[in-house]
């Protein structure tokens, strides 16, 4: 079993959803990421999280420690949000484990 | 934002050749950088932990005398993939960070896909 599980693997929606991606992890953390990769293969660091909620623009992630959850939220949702987003889970040590990815495909 | 730049994007090459990317960090030193595979449809998997100035961490499995790892700076590292088989086809990415810790970000260049023929 993956230590990091993301939920759904695929998603498809149409322009103005509101979309969730969920990440649960198996073992303590100290800092959990959300990241954004392009159909080309670029990646873009979106949140870094150890605790409670970030919002950056129509984005938010939350994160609760005692459930080992988090959630990345995409409100009014665009073709351009259409990538792969993936969950990223530090534990004491500074080596990531990531999750396999949730692909996001938003229709006009 | 922190740009770290890889290159080159694309490369196919001979089978038994050698390819080098190079990752570099544009606007900040990296004192860690990190390489990682990517196979179609799959996560990220970490291939290993470059610090400036010192030998390479490779994680399990991964052979180091064929993934050569060079942070000859605190800009740039280089992986370079000795007597290249088809099998090492796959996308290829590295990331960086300011300073080694969990709450740094992750900063990713635009990754090397890899073919092999």
């Known amino acids: 079993k993956n230590e990091v599980e993301q939920s759904p693997q695929n998603l498809t929606a149409q322009e103005g959803e509101f979309i969730t991606i969920n990440c649960s992890y198996s073992v303590g953390i100290s800092a959990l990421h959300w990241l954004q990769q392009h159909p080309g293969g670029g990646i873009v660091s979106l949140f870094m999280l150890s605790s409670g909620k970030k919002k950056h623009g129509r984005l938010i992630a939350t994160i609760n420690i005692q459930e080992k959850h988090s959630s990345l939220h995409i409100t009014a949702s665009h073709p351009r949000d259409s990538a792969v987003y993936i969950c990223a889970v530090f534990r004491r040590s500074y080596i990531p484990t990531f999750g396999r990815g949730t692909s996001l495909i938003v229709h006009p | 934002g922190a740009v770290v730049s890889q290159h080159p994007s694309r490369v196919i090459c001979k089978s038994g050749t050698s390819v080098k990317i190079e990752c570099r960090s544009l606007d900040f030193q990296a004192t860690t950088m990190f390489w990682y595979r990517q196979f179609p449809k799959q996560s990220l998997m970490l291939m290993a932990t470059?610090?400036?100035?010192?030998?390479?961490?490779?994680e399990q499995g991964v052979e180091k005398d064929k993934f050569l790892i060079n942070h000859a700076s605190l800009t740039l590292s280089t992986l370079t993939v000795t007597s290249a088989h088809p099998e090492d086809s796959s996308f290829y990415i590295c990331s960086a960070q300011l300073q080694q810790g969990v709450n740094s970000p992750l900063h990713f260049g635009n990754g090397t896909r890899l073919t092999v023929t």
């Open positions: 470059s610090n400036e100035g010192s030998k390479a961490t490779y």
